[in-house]
């Protein structure tokens, strides 16, 4: 799982650095499949529901799930969510970033995605033997609400191994010390998915673009995490 979680990482970087502009949603997707054609791994993502890419893409008030478009093309001040997964001999590996376009973003903006990134940190830190799942959410909403934002809880996280989607859910709200205890060996990917405005989510005619119900940002991040004995092991950094 750690071979296939630094494939992630890697071509993740590689999409971060082509974010500028002009580009669209398609041309990362396609360097995204280049990359993954270079290593030998198989994409999580297409095919996987009858989801037509190997990347999501998800623009501003898009929050997760975003189909790759040569229509959908970056401008300065966008942001622009990028989640991708890979399999590496037969296990797999899951994360995302938000990445901001160009140079000019509105300080909100910029404050969402630094809140939404920190709350997967603050997250992590509780991650070890005989903690909770609702440590894990607890943690994240925490961190989110504190700073005025709201945390979506139509989508959640999951357990992941030789499947991409596996028990348990990992929702990014809850109650400290609440839920199923991690157990060392688990490995579970959270995936804060944090709003401007109110947590409502609506998914678009295509059957698969979420999108904020009331037109606000979103940020999205997420880890692959293995519980060890002596806590945490972050699979895709």
């Not at 502009?21 to 791994?41: H, I, M, R, S, Y």
Request: charged share 20%; proline share 4%.
């Amino acid at each position: 799982m750690r071979r296939a979680g630094r494939v992630v990482h890697d071509v993740l970087q590689v999409l971060r650095a082509h974010v500028k502009p002009g580009v669209t949603t398609l041309d990362l997707d396609q360097v995204a499949e280049a990359e993954l054609a270079k290593v030998g791994a198989k994409a999580a993502f297409k095919g996987y529901g009858g989801y037509p890419a190997v990347l999501c893409a998800s623009i501003n008030s898009e929050v997760v799930h975003g189909i790759p478009s040569a229509k959908r093309i970056l401008k300065e001040g966008d942001i622009v969510s990028l989640d991708f997964g890979a399999f590496v001999e037969g296990y797999c590996g899951d994360s995302a970033i938000t990445v901001i376009v160009g140079d000019k973003v509105d300080p909100e903006t910029a404050r969402l995605v630094k809140v939404t990134e920190a709350s997967l940190h603050e997250a992590i830190k509780v991650v070890r033997p005989g903690a909770t799942l609702g440590d894990v959410g607890s943690a994240v909403q925490n961190a989110v609400e504190a700073e005025g934002f709201s945390v979506v809880r139509d989508f959640v996280g999951h357990g992941i191994g030789v499947r991409m989607h596996e028990d348990p859910q990992v929702p990014n709200f809850g109650h400290a010390g609440k839920g199923m205890k991690l157990r060392a060996g688990m490995v579970i990917a959270i995936e804060p998915m944090v709003n401007a405005g109110k947590p409502d989510v609506l998914v678009l005619d295509d059957g698969w673009t979420a999108v904020t119900a009331d037109g606000s940002m979103s940020a999205h991040f997420e880890h692959t995490v293995a519980v060890t004995a002596t806590g945490a092991r972050v699979l895709t950094e």
